[in-house]
């Protein structure tokens, strides 16, 4: 099977504009899970996505949002960047999202200035 | 929420050595505990797991240990090799009520194993 795939890989945005992530799952994955990784924060989970629904959500300001497609595939969307929202942005999936394996994409590189 | 606390931040072994990761959480409903191993510029790799079902689980070279009194599980990886150098996170995870996996990570442990 493949694995779970991220576009684009690198991007370099300027403060105040916004930004879209994909996340494609392994075939047969339903849930999808966001995280933000920094060298200051660590890995924070921003939310999950499950048959096209948000069912769990982190602690990250309504700039963040995301939603998931009927194939499961997920995206994400930052409004507003910020400086502070520099960071590697991860992506997990797992087949049924209770309590299950998470399998993560290599990433997106996001660079504010 | 959960809180997750990992030791040692850096930890230096030689070659053939064990090397020996903590971990400690504060939510007693906290059922899965996964480990990940990061090399630079690379994805999180899951290398073993753990339910609060279980004790111990052992694969090769790597075993996990969980103590669900004290809530704190371990990484322990024996004879270790240059190639296990990396970073390694521990998390928790709790089976939310509308189903779902949030996981909540340790701060991570850069593991090198020196010649």
């Known amino acids: 099977k493949a694995g779970v795939t991220q576009t684009p890989r690198y991007l370099i945005k300027t403060r105040g504009q916004q930004v879209t992530l994909s996340c494609s799952p392994i075939s047969g994955h339903r849930s999808v899970s966001w995280y933000q990784q920094t060298p200051g924060q660590g890995l924070q989970f921003l939310f999950e996505?499950?048959?096209?629904?948000?069912?769990n959500k982190g602690n990250f300001p309504g700039r963040f949002s995301g939603r998931q497609f009927s194939n499961s595939r997920s995206e994400m969307n930052v409004s507003t960047l910020e400086l502070g929202d520099s960071a590697l942005y991860l992506c997990?999936?797992?087949?049924?999202?209770?309590?299950?394996?998470?399998?993560f994409g290599p990433g997106t590189r996001l660079t504010v200035t | 929420g959960e809180n997750v606390e990992q030791h040692p931040s850096t930890l230096s072994v030689q070659e053939g050595d064990s090397a020996v990761i903590k971990c400690t959480y504060s939510?007693?409903?906290?059922?899965?505990f996964p480990w990940y191993k990061q090399e630079l510029g690379k994805r999180p790799q899951l290398i073993i797991d753990?339910?609060?079902?279980?004790g111990e689980k052992k694969d090769q070279r790597i075993a996990v240990t969980l103590n669900k009194t004290a809530k704190h599980f371990s990484l322990h990886i024996t004879e270790t090799q240059p190639e296990d150098s990396a970073v390694y996170f521990c998390a928790a995870s709790v089976l939310l009520t509308g189903g779902g996996n949030k996981l909540t990570f340790g701060t991570g442990t850069q593991l090198k194993v020196e010649l």
């Open positions: 996505y499950f048959s096209e629904t948000q069912r």
């Open positions: 997990a999936t797992s087949p049924l999202g209770g309590s299950y394996e998470q399998y």
């Open positions: 939510d007693s409903a906290s059922n899965y």
């Open positions: 753990i339910r609060s079902n279980v």
